[in-house]
């Protein structure tokens, strides 16, 4: 029983160690479920994700790798007693592995990279342009945020804005700041 711990521990730690280096990285099952029952609590929702986890190559690694330790751990430790049981712990140790691989892995896949949080507080702030922007012609715009540094976004405005340019930020269109000039260079041309 020995050999198949080890060959499970072998081919789980292969597919994570490939993982890590990009092979296989659409291969999970995503399904969005939609589904009106009325209550509206999203919690059906949520247990079918957690079992259509089960069909992902994440889970299948995770719970592989883990069974197969799992397995090599309680038959070296442990006695006779612990090698009829191994099997059913090692299989339930690889289970909440995987589970608890898939739904990490989930969860933080569903977080959204490059959006600012709180962007509303941004409207009416300052900022110095880096890129130019016109009408139709994305820039860059920097601006002081007490406590979080420089921030640098895109920006965009109807206006034709030259670089080093004082703006106000007006409004967000998605990542996008809308700009115009500002109060200090309102004058100039």
Same mark, same amino acid.
């Given at each position: 029983?020995?050999?198949?711990?080890?060959?499970?521990?072998?081919?789980?730690?292969?597919?994570?160690? #490939?993982?890590?280096?990009?092979?296989?990285?659409?291969?999970?099952?995503?399904?969005?479920?939609?589904?009106?029952?009325?209550?509206?609590?999203?919690?059906?929702?949520?247990?079918?994700?957690?079992?259509?986890?089960?069909?992902?190559?994440?889970?299948?690694?995770? #719970?592989? #790798?883990?069974?197969?330790?799992?397995?090599?751990?309680?038959?070296?430790?442990?006695?006779?007693?612990?090698?009829?049981?191994?099997?059913?712990?090692?299989?339930?140790?690889?289970?909440? #592995?995987?589970?608890?691989?898939?739904?990490?892995?989930?969860?933080?896949?569903?977080?959204?990279?490059?959006?600012?949080?709180?962007?509303?507080?941004?409207?009416?702030?300052?900022?110095?342009?880096?890129?130019?922007?016109?009408?139709?012609?994305?820039?860059?715009?920097?601006?002081?945020?007490?406590?979080?540094?420089?921030?640098?976004?895109?920006?965009?405005?109807?206006?034709?804005?030259?670089?080093?340019?004082?703006?106000?930020?007006?409004?967000?269109?998605?990542?996008?700041?809308?700009?115009?000039?500002?109060?200090?260079?309102?004058?100039?041309?």
């Amino acid at each position: 029983m020995l050999a198949v711990y080890v060959g499970f521990l072998l081919f789980g730690g292969l597919l994570i160690v #490939a993982s890590l280096f990009g092979a296989g990285h659409d291969t999970d099952v995503h399904v969005d479920l939609h589904a009106d029952h009325g209550s509206g609590d999203g919690h059906d929702q949520s247990q079918a994700s957690a079992w259509l986890s089960l069909f992902g190559l994440r889970f299948w690694s995770f #719970a592989a #790798a883990f069974f197969g330790l799992t397995g090599i751990i309680i038959h070296v430790i442990g006695g006779p007693l612990l090698g009829i049981a191994a099997p059913f712990i090692a299989a339930g140790v690889g289970v909440a #592995a995987g589970l608890g691989a898939s739904t990490t892995f989930r969860a933080l896949s569903r977080d959204t990279v490059g959006q600012l949080r709180g962007a509303g507080a941004m409207i009416g702030r300052e900022g110095r342009l880096l890129l130019p922007v016109a009408r139709g012609q994305q820039g860059k715009v920097r601006v002081a945020v007490p406590g979080s540094g420089d921030v640098d976004m895109i920006a965009e405005s109807d206006d034709a804005l030259e670089v080093g340019t004082v703006v106000l930020i007006v409004e967000f269109r998605g990542n996008v700041a809308v700009v115009e000039r500002g109060p200090a260079t309102a004058d100039s041309p």
